[in-house]
């Protein structure tokens, strides 16, 4: 079985990825063993549902639910993401416990903005992970507040420079 792949057919992963040495890989590897069965992709989308606050609609409409299940795949500690399943299936009274919360903050935190934080006790990874300039664009902050990535989303390059769709003119200040 393999591992699921951050970069597969569906992503566009930048340079800006950290990536861990062969060894490291090999030894995450194989705390993977059962991976297909340690989440789907529909299971993700519904714990992103409660954690984000956005529907199940609007997160596969950004067409990063695969990448961001493939990606906390190869990161989280398949026991910690069952921890967390079952916490946000009993209305998220446990979210508080230290691990627990840190995982949610970081699928968070992922949706949002899409970078991985460095969690807490993860001595190999020193900074945030930029999973790729997809992710930036279609992190969940633009939508909240109806705006477009800046330099990734329409109107475009250079709009700013006409005036507004529907206008007639303008007052010259």
């Not at 950290?18 to 030894?27: G, L, P």
């Amino acid at each position: 079985m393999s591992l699921p792949d951050a970069e597969g057919p569906s992503s566009t992963a930048t340079p800006e990825v950290e990536q861990s040495n062969d060894v490291e890989q090999s030894t995450e590897a194989e705390r993977f063993v059962d991976i297909e069965q340690f989440v789907d992709v529909h299971q993700f989308i519904e714990l992103s549902v409660t954690l984000t606050g956005f529907n199940a609609a609007e997160l596969i409409g950004t067409t990063m639910a695969g990448v961001y299940h493939a990606w906390v795949c190869q990161q989280v500690d398949p026991g910690l993401y069952t921890e967390l399943t079952a916490a946000s299936a009993d209305g998220c009274a446990e979210l508080d416990k230290g691990p627990v919360r840190e995982l949610a903050r970081s699928i968070c935190h992922l949706w949002y903005l899409g970078v991985w934080p460095c969690p807490d006790g993860h001595e190999h990874q020193t900074a945030p992970t930029v999973i790729s300039g997809r992710a930036y664009a279609q992190g969940l902050v633009w939508r909240s507040f109806g705006a477009h990535a800046p330099g990734a989303g329409a109107p475009g390059y250079g709009s700013w420079g006409e005036p507004p769709a529907g206008t007639t003119g303008g007052a010259e200040r």
